[in-house]
């Protein structure tokens, strides 16, 4: 594979039974690449029915595949298919893209270059499966001239010829079959001859295992660890044909079971010997076939047979360990046992009867905590900024005499004096307005609606001479009701 500036060296490498894993980094993001058989020569069923994909014809013009995105499940708009290279089909749904096709031994290869991080938002299960190394079948998009002409390849009948291929996309279909599936040679997997050459013979793929399994080292050797080591080393091995599932781990192996994915034949069981040493390296030992093997055990409750032969449950009287505790805990409304609970309080041993009562000791707890917390919540006086303040006073002294009655009486009375000059003032300017304007200029709810100082610049371009000086707490509007004589010179007389 060629690299560029962009990339790095492939050190961060997964190899698998099906497929290597590769990391790229291509446009400053971090991509996983596989190989990919994107269809091979033979007849296939897509959409348009059983076709004939002639080597010829996929050999034509193999670069005319490289940068074709790659999606998970063909899209789709309103129910019907559509191409991948539109706008709202790439932001949202293409996952990466297919470079370095060629073709070679009747199938046309490639590499699938999956943006990780686009992977993890529009399909964790596809990347499931990369990451696992699992058989992923795939499907292509692609436009073509198709011949109307039946026949046969290999034996397998075809309607139509498939010419001039115009690639449109790859789709991943994860937990699905492709037009041409795994077992045809096609998926994300290596390039190998067709057909599930790894799922139909388990004794290779457990010998691959085994040696996965011997490079194995754990941090912490424990049981959960291990179980999850394990079970992910299964995971490995699936195929399109086959499951593994682990049942059990003891302390020196585990046993696991093998589905096969089709027909009704019954799991079948293996056993595996492994070890840890004092470094954290675990070792895996021999593999051999077993049996899943019920066993039936005594029951606690002793059972006597009588004379007749016919079984009944001896009435053995079982006292409790400690009634006191049983009896706490059956008047507990919080445990909600009651009455019906008391038999089985009664066989439960006194350390489950204290983790019991621990566990309702806590709730208490909790529950005292919540209701202080409302009380103190409840009991809280509201708090109240600035702002709030002004906005509250505002809404509830809107009325004057509110105002005025959170007054001391003497201010009351100053107040009330003032606002009674004032409404005088402006009834002054009102009424002057209304005897001097011309008619029908202003309207009563206009004049009354004025702020005092707009009132008074009316007043100063109404006509005629006036004098509104507003001289005095009692001063009318004078209006030309007295003429001054003018001052004259000695000698000289007014005409």
């Known amino acids: 594979m060629k690299q560029n500036k962009n990339q790095f060296s492939r050190t961060d490498k997964i190899q698998s039974n099906n497929y290597q894993t590769e990391t790229e980094m291509h446009n400053g993001r971090k991509h996983i690449v596989v190989p990919v058989v994107m269809l091979v020569e033979g007849v296939h069923h ?13 050999s034509h013009f193999p670069a005319s595949w490289n940068g074709i995105p790659i999606v998970v499940q063909h899209p789709q708009e309103d129910g019907q298919s559509v191409s991948a290279n539109s706008p709202s089909i790439i932001e949202t749904e293409v996952v990466g893209r297919v470079y370095n096709t060629n073709f070679s031994d009747g199938k046309l290869k490639a590499e699938a270059w999956l943006d990780e991080e686009n992977m993890v938002k529009i399909s964790p299960e596809a990347l499931h499966y990369i990451r696992q190394g699992r058989p992923l079948d795939v499907s292509v998009g692609v436009f073509s001239d198709d011949e109307p002409t039946e026949g046969e390849w290999n034996g397998e009948a075809y309607t139509a010829i498939s010419h001039n291929h115009r690639p449109d996309h790859l789709a991943l279909l994860p937990g699905q079959q492709g037009a041409c599936s795994w077992a045809d040679g096609c998926g994300v997997r290596a390039n190998q001859e067709g057909g599930d ?17 011997k490079s194995l080292s754990l941090y912490e050797v424990g049981t959960q660890q291990i179980s999850q080591t394990i079970q992910q080393q299964l995971d490995s091995l699936d195929s399109a044909s086959q499951m593994h599932f682990l049942e059990e781990v003891y302390k020196k192996y585990f046993v696991y079971r093998v589905h096969p994915t089709e027909g009704i034949e019954p799991p079948k069981y293996w056993k595996q010997a492994y070890s840890a040493d004092k470094d954290g390296v675990v070792e895996f030992g021999e593999t051999n076939p077993v049996i899943k093997k019920v066993e039936y055990v005594p029951q606690t409750n002793t059972m006597k047979r009588t004379k007749g032969g016919t079984d009944i449950m001896a009435n053995e009287d079982k006292k409790p360990c400690c009634p006191e505790k049983v009896e706490l805990l059956v008047q507990s409304d919080a445990l909600g046992l009651g009455e019906d609970g008391r038999k089985w309080l009664e066989d439960q041993s006194e350390k489950t009867l204290d983790n019991l009562s621990a566990g309702l000791a806590a709730m208490a707890r909790i529950d005292a905590v919540e209701l202080e917390l409302k009380e103190a919540k409840k009991e809280a006086p509201p708090q109240m900024n600035k702002e709030e303040a002004v906005r509250v006073l505002k809404e509830q002294l809107s009325d004057p005499e509110q105002f005025l009655a959170l007054l001391p009486a003497d201010q009351q009375a100053q107040m009330r004096h003032g606002m009674q000059l004032f409404k005088d003032h402006r009834k002054r300017l009102v009424d002057y307005i209304k005897a001097n304007a011309p008619k029908d200029v202003y309207t009563d709810e206009e004049l009354n609606t004025m702020e005092s100082p707009d009132l008074e ?6 006509p005629g001479k006036r004098d509104f000086s507003m001289k005095g707490a009692g001063a009318d509007v004078q209006n030309n009701v007295a003429v001054v004589a003018p001052l004259l010179p000695p000698g000289v007389e007014a005409a």
């Open 457 to 462: 610049k009316l007043i100063k371009v109404i």
């Open 197 to 213: 050459a790894m799922g139909d013979k388990i004794e290779i793929a457990r010998k691959d295992y085994l040696v996965m399994l």
């Open 46 to 58: 897509g959409s348009m029915g059983p076709l004939f994909h002639s080597a010829a014809e996929l």
